[in-house]
């Protein structure tokens, strides 16, 4: 169980909530500016200890580009022209901007505007096969516990020139 503490800041009073993670060790989260704050975080963290989906905030710091350059080595079995065309378009569209990201930080919103600007200049399928790479990316950092969920889902993606959702 959470345990909740008060302490003084120049701004005021803030509340700490020190809890174990389920590999038990003591960690603890500070900041909150009202101790229902806390409680409301010491809640979400039993819930999901109990239901197995705990994150540490700490797994969500790698960054993208590292997250993806094991997703790559991990891609053994494709075929060379895949595999040329998946280097491709990491190397020219999606690590120059999200290569730095802490996976955590990559949200629907940063998706939305990062394919709203590749569909100026590229063609659908392009975009397209860019997205697919992020998205499976997402995926293998939600499978290796690095994020809960994945922002790539439902991004509205061109098709011939116009923009549909997926």
Same mark, same amino acid.
């Given at each position: ?22 590999? @038990? ?74 290569? @730095?990201?802490?996976?955590? @930080?990559?949200? @629907? ?58």
């Amino acid at each position: 169980m959470a345990t909740i503490e008060p302490y003084e800041t120049k701004a005021g009073r803030r509340y700490r909530v020190r809890y174990r993670t389920p590999d @038990r060790r003591q960690t603890d989260k500070r900041g909150f500016k009202t101790k229902r704050d806390a409680e409301a975080f010491a809640a979400t963290v039993e819930v999901q200890k109990l239901t197995g989906s705990y994150v540490p905030p700490s797994a969500g710091r790698v960054t993208f580009g590292e997250i993806a350059e094991q997703w790559m080595a991990a891609k053994v079995n494709l075929s060379t022209s895949t595999a040329a065309r998946y280097r491709s378009a990491l190397d020219v569209h999606i690590l120059p901007t999200f290569g @730095r990201v802490p996976v955590a @930080r990559v949200t @629907r919103k940063h998706l939305r505007e990062w394919i709203s600007t590749m569909a100026a200049t590229s063609s659908a399928a392009t975009v397209r096969k860019n997205v697919s790479v992020v998205s499976q990316i997402l995926d293998q950092a939600v499978k290796d516990s690095r994020i809960i969920t994945s922002a790539s889902g439902h991004a509205n993606l061109p098709i011939g020139g116009q923009v549909r959702p997926c």
